[in-house]
């Protein structure tokens, strides 16, 4: 029996040996460097244990129709509250909303442990074949905490694909994590042919700052911006016009809010974010460092930093990313380019933004400002040009003012290896933009050395990447006056074609 089992060992570990081979052998069927993903949000999903099926997922991407159906139960409730004065209904309804919606996902007081009731998506390593691997990860982790289990994730890409050296890509949160890979374990670094941050959000996110630390603002010409682009109709964008340029729509805004929601906003965001998506490290990388230290002050109190706070464990995962690794990003981008990555950077823009931030009205995808994902692009504000007679910050032997004269890329950390992408929001991903992510990966081009990429690029509207164009000198912003008759025309001929309907019957 013992010589059996033996025998049967001795036949296993030949069947293993075999078998890593050839999957070594497999993978290495490619004529590049095999490449890494990091994915960003859209990683594991957290479910409850009893959704077997995993068909609601708690935390991302977020169950739209769940929001709405608890926003409608909850309708008459918020109508008492508005019509009582009472913010504090809506106070406690807002909280039970989100709580229904996103509480599960919460971590516990360490920010790592699951709540009960609750079960992260298993995945295996991933291979997508043709040399490319794929990282996904628990996103409401803190990206130190990630970039450790990425640590492992590497060694078996190493072990699977034969090569001690990679490429490696990382969009949106998972810009963060290579960002906390590449200084947590610089040894790495020589294994690292290239790396390219794909619409990074390691400088934060305008709205995160001011949600955490208590304050909430509605910027008119962001919410104009954003309610243009649902595309609810030409007669409502064209009322709100008017109602922004004279100033009626920030008056509205500013006495509807003010009295009894804006507190109740206000109350209910600390509750909810102390509650779940401050328990949640990732979230608190959004955040600036503007607002930072009032945002942990603000949710977790003056004592933060008292070692026998309640919070602690998650308080110092917090406070460690930030102070190590986020505030010196730039620092950590160059070294890592000194010692011999080819670092580049993809930054898109040409979305209206939350109108949620004071500064809401700046230029990004949606989600990230350009100016941060970028690391220090001049632009225009959303919309808008540069002014007439703008004249590029830094002399690079160049022109870096973009086409359609929306940003200066002369003062960007790396002008020479980013790009700068119009008409993709930040989640959208088309062959074209992977085409784009693979040939800097592969060729290491930089902005000038590739006709097919230049610095500036625009999607075509079915989502090629192509060279953007000059666009016209901006039109003068028309009168207040003159949108008002404009729309006043309009009413009158819907006015004047329900009539004929109307007699017609």
Request: proline residues 4%; hydrophobic residues 40%; charged residues 25%.
């Amino acid at each position: 029996m013992k010589t059996l089992k033996k025998s049967l060992s001795i036949v296993l570990s030949l069947f293993m040996i075999l078998s890593c081979a050839s999957a070594a052998l497999a993978a290495k069927d490619y004529d590049h460097l095999p490449q890494i993903y990091i994915e960003g949000f859209e990683s594991k999903q957290i479910y409850r244990e009893e959704d077997t099926e995993h068909t609601d997922p708690l935390f991302f991407p977020i169950n739209g129709q769940k929001m709405i159906d608890n926003l409608m139960k909850y309708e008459q409730y918020i109508k008492q509250a508005v019509s009582e004065g009472n913010p504090d209904l809506l106070y406690r309804y807002i909280c039970l909303w989100m709580e229904d919606c996103f509480g599960l996902a919460a971590l516990e007081k360490d920010g790592c442990t699951n709540k009960e009731g609750v079960v992260t998506e298993k995945t295996t390593l991933n291979y997508k074949g043709n040399g490319k691997y794929v990282f996904r990860h628990d996103c409401r982790l803190s990206p130190a905490d990630i970039a450790k289990e990425f640590k492992e994730y590497v060694k078996w890409v190493q072990a699977d694909s034969g090569s001690q050296k990679y490429e490696l890509a990382a969009s949106s949160f998972g810009a963060s994590v290579a960002l906390a890979f590449i200084n947590e374990y610089p040894e790495e670094r020589k294994n690292i042919d290239s790396l390219v941050f794909c619409v990074p959000s390691i400088k934060g996110v305008n709205f995160a700052g001011e949600l955490f630390s208590g304050s909430f603002d509605i910027d008119p010409d962001a919410l104009l911006a954003f309610i243009s682009d649902m595309n609810l109709g030409e007669e409502l964008t064209l009322f709100l016009t008017v109602l922004n340029k004279t100033g009626t729509l920030d008056a509205i805004l500013s006495s509807f809010l003010e009295p009894a929601l804006k507190v109740a906003l206000l109350k209910a965001l600390r509750t909810v974010v102390h509650d779940i998506f401050g328990t949640m490290p990732s979230m608190w990388s959004f955040v600036d460092e503007r607002y930072f230290y009032d945002a942990l002050e603000y949710i977790y109190g003056k004592n933060y930093t008292d070692p026998s706070h309640e919070y602690a464990g998650l308080i110092s995962k917090i406070i460690y990313y930030h102070e190590n690794i986020m505030i010196k990003a730039e620092d950590i981008i160059l070294n890592a380019k000194n010692e011999g990555i080819k670092v580049s950077i993809l930054s898109k823009y040409g979305d209206p933004p939350f109108p949620l931030s004071k500064e809401g009205n700046f230029t990004g995808d949606g989600f990230v400002a350009l100016e941060m994902s970028s690391f220090g692009a001049v632009c225009a504000m959303n919309g808008e040009q540069l002014p007439a007679d703008y004249v590029q910050a830094k002399d690079c032997g160049r022109n870096m003012i973009s086409p359609d004269r929306t940003l200066d890329a002369s003062t960007c950390l790396l002008p020479d290896n980013t790009w700068f992408i119009k008409g993709l929001w930040h989640g959208e991903k088309t062959d074209s933009y992977y085409d784009l992510i693979n040939t800097v990966l592969y060729d290491d081009i930089n902005v000038l050395e590739d006709t097919k990429y230049p610095q500036f690029l625009e999607n075509d509207g079915n989502g090629n990447l192509v060279p953007m164009k000059e666009a016209p000198a901006q039109e003068k912003e028309t009168s207040w006056l003159h949108d008002f008759l404009n729309l006043i025309t309009k009413v009158i001929k819907i006015i004047i074609e329900k009539l004929r309907d109307f007699f017609g019957k």
